[in-house]
């Protein structure tokens, strides 16, 4: 794959990209929309930053990038604010969203226009738009574009700049199973590269193949983060058998972990032919064997509809046939229509603080 980077070299190739946020805390009125998070993201690998809607994720990149002000705590890119950070279009790059294009614009004008507020030649745009797969549609207006092109065109704006850190919130909208497998191995590419990559997204199962570091939050809060095999826990393998006593009793006395599950047994082993091999030797018969491990789209779901962590925004009392009680202590009434679409983040429907504005 070609390089992302620009001939004449990054600027801020000393820098490591290191994020750290550091207690960061976002508040609308009496509406906390992030809530004192702790996290870093590694140089030279891929973090995915996953949320139900409305759990504060794109609130976190906005706070990130200087768009939000947070009502407390720190987000940092090599320890200095984007605000502080000179030409912050050659550290940081960003795509938050794929609509912010002009309708009338060319792919290659609108690349253009950014080009010139970081300093970065036109060359470096007709390069990006083929690195990232459209330079048939470099004449064509932004506003014909479907969904998937507009997502090229912003991780190439992104890119612009040839920066060390790059963040994303969910880029791979819009895109076709040949697309996102492009994506998949462009990030990789990327992360290969050195940078520093921090992805938005709510499609577990792609995320699963293409990052290598976790942060799960809702409400606003951090539940889990670490590597996937960490989040993913011990590999177990489950088992079917005619004689499940026996097995269990010739498993623990070789010191292995078994508990039933569905009809079988879940064996905390991370090779399957020692299952295979104790049941021989015990003169048991197998009717099933196979790896078994928790995947991430079970342990988020698993995490996020914990009474504790369960989307606020959905109500305290969903599903049991009762309004959801409103700040007042109120409740919504109970013969409603279902919601059609997507949660809305409250955070996005509270007008910020004008006392912020005036800073």
């Known amino acids: 794959m070609t390089s992302a980077r620009s001939d004449s070299g990054s600027a801020t190739s000393a820098m490591s990209g290191l994020i750290q946020v550091r207690a960061l805390t976002k508040r609308f009125g009496s509406f906390t929309a992030v809530d004192a998070l702790n996290f ?3 140089p030279g690998r891929v973090t995915g930053f996953l949320g139900p809607n409305g759990s504060g994720k794109t609130t976190t990149l906005r706070m990130l990038l200087g768009l939000v002000r947070p009502t407390s705590g ?24 794929a609509t912010n294009f002009h309708p009338g614009r060319t792919g290659r004008d609108h690349l253009r226009v950014q080009a010139a507020v970081a300093g970065v030649s036109d060359r470096r745009v007709d390069e990006l738009l083929e690195l990232v797969g459209i330079p048939a549609a470099a004449r064509k207006r932004a506003g014909g574009y479907s969904m998937g092109m507009r997502q090229r065109l912003g991780l190439a704006a992104a890119l612009l700049g040839d920066p060390r850190v790059i963040i994303l919130d969910e880029p791979a909208n819009g895109l076709d ?8 191995g462009f990030l990789r590419h990327l992360a290969d590269e050195g940078r520093t990559l921090l992805i938005s ?21 951090a539940v889990a983060q670490g590597t996937v095999a960490e989040l993913r826990g011990e590999p177990t393998a489950f088992v079917r058998t005619s004689d499940p006593e026996r097995l269990v009793a010739a498993l623990e006395g070789r010191g292995i972990a078994v508990r039933p ?29 196979r790896s078994e491990q928790t995947h ?7 995490l996020t509809e914990s009474d504790e962590n369960r989307n606020r925004n959905l109500g305290d009392d969903l599903g049991h046939g009762r309004g959801a009680a409103d700040g007042n202590g109120s409740s919504a009434p109970s013969n409603l229509p279902p919601p059609v679409g997507s949660p809305i983040d409250p955070a ?12």
């Open 40 to 42: 870093d993201v590694e």
């Open 74 to 97: 720190t987000g940092t890119i090599d320890g200095r604010r984007y605000a502080d950070i000179p030409n912050p279009l050659t550290v940081v790059g960003s795509a938050l969203e």
């Open 177 to 184: 199973p040949e697309g996102i497998r492009w994506l998949r």
């Open 201 to 221: 997204s709510h499609m577990l199962s792609e995320v699963e193949q293409t990052v290598d570091d976790v942060v799960i939050i809702a409400n606003g809060k």
């Open 261 to 289: 599950k569905d009809g079988g047994l879940r064996v905390t082993v991370d090779d399957l032919a020692v299952v295979g091999d104790i049941a021989h030797a015990s003169d048991v018969s197998i009717h099933e064997l």
């Open 296 to 302: 991430l789209e079970e342990l988020f779901f698993n």
């Open 348 to 359: 996005l429907l509270n007008a910020p603080d004008p006392e912020e504005d005036r800073r």
